[in-house]
């Protein structure tokens, strides 16, 4: 599993301490010096970043920092904080994840759309996340190791089963029979 990145922006002596400790944190971390090297920097190689600062180097329009406004603090705190924080994001981002034109929220298990909201089981989540990562269509076997976590031990009709109901489901709410679609080489979102 990727961890989340924190981007250390003009704090080096920061750096240095967390540095010495990163065998232990839950993050990456990463040192900048110059404001054009993070914002040129691609932030999209960083998994879930957070850019962490001092407010004297805040930087404007930057949507996932964290400023530091009382320093000293201890080591412990500004750990904390940090964890905090990208919680914080990590549970944002998975109250809206767009798919067409619904919205799932992985937090409250639910997908809506402008006028309805769908409640979900956690593994209908998984297939259709699964589905809209994936590029081509999906046969049951792919579906049983990715979502299910197995091999050929579980049943192919629980895969069909699951996919059946979880279409239904979206038709009877939505009135849409093309969310899921069935392809010979397997399912595609």
Do not use: C
């Amino acid at each position: 599993m990727n961890k989340q990145s924190v981007l250390i922006f003009k704090l080096p002596e920061l750096f240095k301490i967390l540095n010495e400790l990163k065998d232990h944190l839950d993050f990456n971390i990463y040192n900048f010096t110059e404001k054009q090297e993070l914002l040129n920097s691609n932030k999209n190689k960083y998994y879930n970043y957070l850019v962490l600062t001092d407010a004297k180097n805040k930087i404007e329009d930057e949507k996932f920092q964290l400023i530091l406004n009382k320093m000293p603090d201890s080591v412990y705190s500004i750990i904390e904080k940090i964890n905090v924080s990208l919680l914080k994001q990590k549970y944002s981002e998975q109250s809206d994840i767009i798919i067409g034109k619904y919205s799932i929220d992985i937090n409250s298990r639910s997908i809506k759309n402008t006028n309805e909201t769908l409640k979900l089981t956690q593994r209908e989540i998984q297939i259709i996340l699964f589905l809209k990562q994936s590029k081509s269509p999906q046969n049951i076997e792919n579906l049983q190791k990715k979502v299910w976590g197995h091999n050929s031990n579980l049943e192919t009709h629980t895969v069909e089963t699951h996919i059946y109901r979880l279409r239904k489901k979206i038709s009877e709410k939505f009135k849409d029979n093309n969310f899921i679609n069935s392809t010979k080489k397997g399912y595609i979102i």
